[in-house]
């Protein structure tokens, strides 16, 4: 140990926050509290971004997750008007079913991660990493296919969402 | 290094402090000027025309009693209006709010935070912003206040989107995210190498008023301020507030509209610069009349705020979205694609 850096301090404390607002977004009765758990966690992995030098990606992590598809949570939850009073209580095999697919999630996840630390890291100790200009380039040189091909899904997904919110389609 | 901190906290209470005190007189300045509007004096009895009304207002405030909803959720209810207020207060910190001051061969920036992504940084704490409303709306229980959180939050998050494609076009225009690099390159008045004013809002006049709509909107005054209609919805969002904390959303907004006024300046007008800058010498005598510039044109923005909201009347809820998404979203994507094809012709891209 002997000398910890400022940054193992700042990844502590956001890895501490992160983990269990996570934890407890999931077991607080009330959804608008998760709603809220779930907004510090994004809060915290936007930090873990600026840690990485990688700015760019943190305020648009906040700009979209945090400021656009939370927002649009809370409408859902505010217009349905959900407590824990009106919550439907799910039979005993759904309870089961949902436990099993999770654990089998979980393995999965772990069985991918195992092999993580011998991941090359991408310099993130390069200051201008993060920066748009280089973040540009790299998407629009390097991946500009799959970029497109990311838009085009959005775009579909857009004319899906309008469709489906249309009450009367002629 | 110590300096440097001490230098950067006294400057952070500098505006913290201008902030709220012209978001109070914004308050006397609005009941002034709709008194103009309305052939009536307005405020005139707390100190000579007034002035101490902000003050009476603020210590009347504090005093009244506080009233917390016996049914509404506690945490909730209290965190809505300190939410709000976080937001608008946090955006001010990157804004240059005047050149370089040099003292002892040093710079000292009149700046809080020169951060690469500014731009972004303010799209960001704004996008924030409407979970105050919303969180105080719901926690109310009460069906006027809830409507009028849904309304405020669909108009910031339609409204969004026509003023992020407008800031992209601003952004396709100067090739930056720094809110430093954007006001510098508006140096002056009139750009001798391109032989064109140097300010953003004469190089694409249609991005700056398709903005200034959207920050109408973002900041939930007239005539988009559905969101506390008192005609339909009592007090909106805020009625079941008392006290301090209905200070606090109302004081809220008014920060908001300084910020943004703040904002427009810089993106659109030029920011601290001024014309004939170039031919003062002293450096620090042009950072003080930069820096009254920039307040005086963002106290301009304010007054156009007020003017705007004494004058024209309300939308209808169904009038604001259809403007937002079928004219302001669609011409500002024609903007942006015509100011792309501009700037592919003429080569700077």
């Given at each position: ?78 217009m349905l008007n959900l407590n824990k009073d009106t919550e439907p209580h799910k039979p005993a095999w759904i309870q089961i079913a949902a436990v099993t697919a999770g654990g089998i999630m979980m393995v999965t996840l772990v069985g991918a991660l195992k092999g993580a630390d011998q991941m090359k ?50 | ?105 040093v710079k000292y920036p009149l700046q809080v935070a020169d951060i690469n992504i500014g731009v972004l940084y303010l799209f960001g704490v704004v996008s924030i912003g409407v979970y105050g409303i919303m969180f105080g709306g719901w926690a109310s229980n009460n069906k006027y206040s809830l409507i ?202």
């Amino acid at each position: 140990m002997g000398h910890i850096t400022i940054t193992q301090i700042l990844f502590g404390v956001l890895s501490f926050v992160a983990i269990i607002s996570g934890v407890l977004m999931i077991f607080t009765k009330n959804p608008i509290y998760s709603v809220l758990y779930l907004i510090i966690t994004f809060f915290a992995i936007a930090g873990h971004y600026i840690l990485l030098n990688a700015q760019f990606l943190a305020v648009v992590h906040v700009i979209v997750y945090a400021g656009a598809i939370m927002v649009l949570f809370l409408f859902v939850i505010m217009m349905l008007n959900l407590n824990k009073d009106t919550e439907p209580h799910k039979p005993a095999w759904i309870q089961i079913a949902a436990v099993t697919a999770g654990g089998i999630m979980m393995v999965t996840l772990v069985g991918a991660l195992k092999g993580a630390d011998q991941m090359k890291l991408a310099q993130p100790n390069d200051a201008n990493i993060g920066l748009v200009n280089n973040l540009g380039k790299v998407l629009f040189n390097d991946f500009l296919v799959p970029f497109e091909l990311s838009s085009v899904l959005f775009l579909a997904a857009m004319v899906g969402a309008v469709m489906l919110s249309k009450k009367n389609i002629h | 290094m110590s300096t440097y901190i001490i230098y950067k906290l006294i400057l952070v209470v500098a505006v913290f402090a201008i902030s709220l005190v012209i978001a109070m007189y914004s308050t006397y300045g609005e009941r002034k000027i709709a008194g103009f509007f309305q052939d009536r004096l307005g405020p005139n009895r707390a100190g000579p025309f007034g002035i101490l009304q902000p003050v009476a207002d603020g210590v009347k405030m504090f005093m009244k009693e506080e009233i917390i909803p016996n049914v509404s959720n506690k945490f909730l209810f209290i965190l809505g209006p300190g939410l709000a207020m976080l937001t608008s207060l946090c955006t001010s910190a990157v804004i240059p709010w005047g050149p370089d001051l040099v003292i002892g061969g040093v710079k000292y920036p009149l700046q809080v935070a020169d951060i690469n992504i500014g731009v972004l940084y303010l799209f960001g704490v704004v996008s924030i912003g409407v979970y105050g409303i919303m969180f105080g709306g719901w926690a109310s229980n009460n069906k006027y206040s809830l409507i009028g959180a849904l309304r405020s939050s669909s108009q910031m998050i339609s409204y969004e989107v026509a003023m992020g494609i407008s800031a992209i076009t601003l952004i396709m225009i100067t090739g930056s995210l720094s809110t430093t690099q954007i006001v510098e390159q508006q140096h002056g008045f009139y750009n001798e190498h391109s032989h064109w004013l140097s300010w953003n809002v004469f190089k694409n006049p249609l991005t700056f008023l398709i903005f200034f709509i959207c920050a109408l909107a973002e900041t939930n005054r007239a005539p988009f301020d559905l969101p506390e209609c008192e005609t339909e919805l009592v007090g909106g969002y805020h009625t079941e507030y008392s006290s301090m904390k209905l200070g606090f959303y109302l004081f809220a907004e008014y920060v908001n509209m300084f910020i943004s006024s703040a904002v427009m300046a810089l993106f659109f007008f030029g920011g601290y610069n001024f014309p004939w800058m170039d031919q003062i010498a002293n450096p620090n005598a042009v950072a003080i009349i930069g820096t009254v510039v920039m307040f005086s044109k963002t106290i301009f923005f304010i007054f156009l705020f007020m003017w705007i909201r004494w004058t024209l009347p309300r939308f209808r809820y169904d009038q604001l979205m259809n403007l937002g998404w079928k004219i302001l979203i669609p011409l500002s994507i024609a903007n942006m694609i015509a100011t792309g094809i501009l700037l592919w012709a003429t080569g700077r891209i």
